[in-house]
């Protein structure tokens, strides 16, 4: 592949971007499907006949594809340019049809508590509700541990201007910011995405340091906004959880992810054992940048002078490559998705911060969206988002309800990819110097999901604890964010990064609560996995196949039991993922035994 285009192609969906009459066709037409819904339902109040259940089943599927369709559209809108006006108008009336379908949802569920069990038996085995089954079986159980469905559709109604209004001006707060460095000689404003490249990539230290201290500067001007948003989120959400009667803040994300709150304790458990290696790993990059500790801007800077770099039809290629090693359709796909520009890489100012995937259902295509710096980490972005697009692919012909799979999962599926990237770049590398800069890469990896990830987890669980009590002021979450990063990264850095909580776009979701956990619990997952497919070779391809299709049938514990033959509630599993990452750091030690900079 050559020439690949860095921009993707969003008129295959709705030509003329935000300003299209297609799309105001589609949102018109949509709304009136919505609206058409409420009377269906209601028929459903006078008999517990299956034909008018399968046939209000089969409607609220389409009107669910048709809005992920269009919520996809404007996600990419936005993404691409934070400043589209009237894109952000699209998704102020996307929001309202989402909350009408929710609301629309939420009389089903009044509908799923009156049928009897009798009933409830014969619709779960006819042929068109048995596909979905488990999705229809999971909603009657929420419904029972919510409020009455006429409180809840009042909730969501609420939540509109309410909840996912703090939300989405987290975006526009986000979309007004700039950084101010002082790059080749004069001052740049450079947009959220192109300043964490720059303070977490490039290799002057005193950049870097500059970089970071600029992001804190320009963040701390606006704490006492982002602090007030944060609030009013996590306020919402604890009101709506005591209406429920829910005393625990993890109840919905461990719901939501289909895991128990025993896998996940034993999760953080076992990786809270194992941060000794991992700890030596950062002393020795500081050995190697030739200080004392490292400061939080140093994390993800590379100590080596061996660059692996690749332009961006370079990473395309390698990637191909390693992708049909394992298995020739998913390298398929992922040409597939090169060619046909599915990806939006290109660094340019306007662009949001991170990476994500997006799904277009009914076209069985996916959008990626991320910005190529041209390094190994870029690469292993892009494999991550390709690896969440073959998962939506392989599930393309299955019901809607059934390929509603959960975060944690969803995360399986990328860092399965990403792995077969940078192990393959490990094992490929032509000199100690370029093995030591890609295996520190790749522990660097796992230090976000043991370290960086679970300040954010203890983060959030601390907020929420003090939330509960009343308002939580920027200066105290300041505090909380490196009490949290003390913890998590065993107090081994010199300089952490106090208002972290308020550049994360995670913690602002409104569709995701706890935005952190499932990336960790994917990495794990992903990573024993792999193990497998190394033992079984070219035959496990199927198996994965087999695996991604059921991530939205049944909990993760019985996924994980179906398909891996493991009890994820036991620490066995979780040590055996933690010790293959552990090689790699001790690797790592090894091979820079006796490097240490001069101060």
């Known amino acids: 592949m050559k020439n690949l285009s860095q921009t993707w192609n969003l008129e295959t969906f709705f030509a003329g971007g ?13 709304e009136g499907n919505i609206e058409g819904l409420a009377g269906q339902i209601a028929t459903l ?50 929001a309202k049809l989402s909350a009408s379908l929710g609301a629309a949802m939420t009389v089903l569920d009044k509908q799923i508590l009156t049928v009897d069990e009798q009933a409830w038996q014969a619709l779960l085995q006819d042929e068109r509700v048995q596909p979905i089954s488990f999705w229809l079986i999971e909603r009657r159980q929420n419904a029972f541990s919510k409020m009455a469905p006429d409180l809840e559709a009042l909730g969501g109604d609420l939540a509109v201007d309410g909840y996912h209004a703090w939300g989405n001006l987290y975006n526009t707060l986000i979309g007004r910011m700039s950084i101010k460095v002082e790059k080749d000689g004069e001052v740049k404003e450079l947009s959220i995405g192109q300043a964490q490249n720059m303070y977490s990539g490039t290799p002057d230290r005193e950049v870097r340091k500059a970089v ?8 701390a001007q606006s704490e006492e906004l982002f602090a007030a948003n944060l609030n009013h989120l996590g306020g919402f959400r604890w009101a709506l959880y005591k209406s429920r009667g829910w005393d625990s803040i993890l109840k919905e994300p461990c719901d939501i992810n289909r895991m128990s709150r025993a896998t996940l304790d034993v999760m953080w458990d076992v990786i809270d054992k194992n941060k000794d290696t991992f700890v030596q790993f950062l002393d020795r990059k500081a050995e190697l940048i030739g200080v004392d500790k490292l400061s939080y801007y140093d994390l993800y800077a590379s100590t080596s002078t061996a660059k692996t770099s690749y332009t961006y039809d370079e990473g395309a290629n390698f990637i191909v490559e ?12 992922a040409k597939r998705a090169f060619e046909q520009s599915w990806i939006e890489a290109e660094d340019r100012p306007g662009k949001r911060p991170g990476g994500f995937c997006a799904g277009f259902p009914g076209k069985n295509e ?37 390929r509603m799979y959960a975060m944690n999962v969803a995360e399986t599926a ?4 990403e792995t077969l990237v940078t192990s393959a770049a490990v094992r490929s590398a032509k000199s100690d110097d370029e093995k030591i800069a890609l295996l520190e890469e790749k522990v660097s990896g796992s230090i976000a999901m043991y370290m960086d990830i679970h300040s954010r987890f ?5 907020f929420y604890d003090e939330r509960k009590k009343g308002l939580v002021s920027a200066e105290r979450l300041n505090e909380l964010m490196v009490e949290a990063q003390k913890k998590a990264y065993r107090d081994s850095l010199e300089l952490y990064h106090p208002r972290f909580w308020a550049s994360k776009l995670h913690f602002y979701s409104t569709s995701v609560p706890f935005y952190n956990f499932p990336y960790t619990f994917g990495y794990l997952f992903s990573t024993g996995v792999y193990a497998l497919a190394l033992q079984e070779g070219p035959s496990f391809a199927d198996k994965y196949v ?11 514990e019985e996924l994980a039991q179906k398909h891996l033959g493991v009890d994820l509630t036991q620490p066995e599993f979780w040590q055996n993922a933690v010790d293959i990452t552990v090689q790699d750091a001790k690797e790592f030690l090894r091979l820079t035994a006796g490097k240490v900079a001069t101060k």
């Open 546 to 556: 087999a695996l991604l299709r059921d991530t939205a049938s049944m909990t993760v």
């Open 414 to 417: 990328s860092t399965f990819a």
């Open 366 to 402: 996916t959008r990626i969206f991320m910005t190529y710096d041209d390094s190994m980490g870029a690469v292993s972005t892009l494999a991550h988002e390709l690896g969440h697009a073959y998962h939506a692919h392989v599930m393309g012909d299955m019901p809607f309800f059934t």
């Open 322 to 333: 390693q992708f049909a090693e394992f298995s020739p359709d998913f390298a398929a796909f």
């Open 18 to 30: 935000s300003e299209s009459p297609e799309l105001v066709a589609y949102l018109d037409q949509l």
């Open 212 to 219: 970071f201290a600029a992001w804190e500067e320009a963040f």
């Open 45 to 94: 109040s006078e008999s517990n006949n299956v034909d008018a259940w399968g046939s209000v089943l089969a409607v609220m599927q389409q009107a669910n594809s048709d809005l992920r369709y269009v919520m996809s559209f404007s996600g990419c809108l936005l993404a691409q340019d934070v400043k589209d006006q009237q894109a952000k108008i699209v998704q102020g009336r996307i």
């Open 458 to 462: 203890i983060f959030e669980n601390n």
